[in-house]
């Protein structure tokens, strides 16, 4: 009869060298399975007068406790290593900079239409919102542009399916100058805003979009000039622009609201854009039948209006000739401004 405490010693040194869980229970079998050693021995009992069997009944059943519970502890070596190995590999690096969900950036045009309002506060102007979806009366008619006008060919403009309580069909306003009127009936003189907003023409190409934005000014007080429109406008230009080396020029033009009308046109005189005339605004002294449908008296009160796009001037600002750019919505363009 082989001595039980060898058993036992074999079953630790063969689980200790079973590599995997898996080999482990293999060798369990070696000694606890069916036809295990073990179990072979309690077979064997039966064979051995009664007072053996007890005796030696209990010292089988003390060995194999002893094999289960090397067996166990192996098991639970390999629990404990499965779950090091876990720990290890699931680890969470926390030196690593964190993935970030990305920030929004200020769109361009947005960055002019901003920077015009902050220049213009400082210099007392008040700034004012108005409705896209406009009536007629305000787009055209109180503008010095009656119905018919062959002026108002001048915009190719866009119609909504609505009606106004004249019954009339709704535009989307074409220029921000409706501003200026609903303004102006709100307000008392000294009349001094800026009306900044999206506007809507039926044109498109590289500097034409649709959908576009323009910033109307206004300044209405009793004397106010076209020096006064020219000192505030190359004053904003050249702010605007962070440059004193810029020159505008005020080209007779022709625009119903205004009598005189000039487009305005700048120029570098320094740097690489220098030497080239650039359309970016229409303005003037405000025609005595706008400064009536304000609600005031035209002997008594006059001054300058101007209508500027901000794309054109974000163009400028940045060098860009694609208007198209703008409205694309490709982040390796928007990118650059932030
Ligand atoms: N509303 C004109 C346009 O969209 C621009 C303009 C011209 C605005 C003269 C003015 C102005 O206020 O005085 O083309």
């Not at 787009?139 to 002026?151: E, K, M, R, V, Y």
């Not at 866009?158 to 989307?172: A, C, H, I, S, W």
Request: glycine content about 8%; some cysteine.
């Amino acid at each position: 009869m082989e001595d039980l405490n060898q058993i036992i010693e074999r079953a630790r040194a063969d689980f200790a060298a079973a590599a995997t869980p898996a080999a482990l229970e293999d060798v369990k079998a070696v000694y606890l399975g069916k036809n295990g050693q073990l179990t072979a021995l309690l077979k064997g009992l039966a064979k051995l007068p009664v007072e053996e069997k007890r005796e030696f009944g209990s010292k089988i059943n003390q060995a194999k406790q002893a094999v289960e519970a090397a067996l166990n502890e192996r098991r639970e070596e390999f629990a404990r290593q499965k779950l090091q190995e876990r720990l290890a590999s699931e680890a969470i690096d926390i030196t690593l900079p964190g993935r970030s969900s990305g920030t929004g950036g200020i769109h361009p045009v947005m960055k002019t239409w901003m920077r015009v309002e902050e220049i213009f506060r400082t210099i007392g102007f008040d700034v004012a919102d108005g409705p896209e979806v406009e009536n007629d009366w305000y787009t055209f008619t109180a503008l010095n542009n009656p119905p018919n006008h062959p002026a108002r060919s001048m915009q190719d403009t866009f119609y909504v399916d609505l009606v106004d309580e004249t019954g009339k069909q709704m535009p989307l306003r074409p220029h921000t100058s409706p501003m200026q009127v609903r303004y102006a009936r709100q307000h008392k003189p000294p009349i001094k805003v800026i009306a900044p907003g999206r506007t809507y023409r039926v044109d498109s190409d590289a500097t034409h979009s649709p959908m576009f934005h323009q910033v109307e000014g206004l300044w209405i007080d009793e004397n106010i000039s076209f020096a006064d429109l020219k000192g505030v406008y190359v004053d904003f230009l050249r702010r605007f622009f962070e440059t004193e080396d810029l020159v505008a020029r005020f080209r007779p033009s022709y625009f119903p609201f205004t009598e005189p009308s000039a487009e305005v046109d700048m120029m570098f005189t320094s740097g690489p854009r220098k030497g080239k005339w650039l359309e970016i605004c229409g303005a003037g002294e405000v025609h005595p039948n706008v400064v009536r449908n304000f609600g005031l008296d035209p002997e008594r009160y006059i001054g300058f209006a101007f209508g500027t796009g901000l794309e054109r001037l974000t163009m400028l600002r940045y060098g860009i000739d694609d208007l198209r750019l703008f409205f694309e919505g490709d982040l390796r363009f928007l990118k650059q401004f932030n």
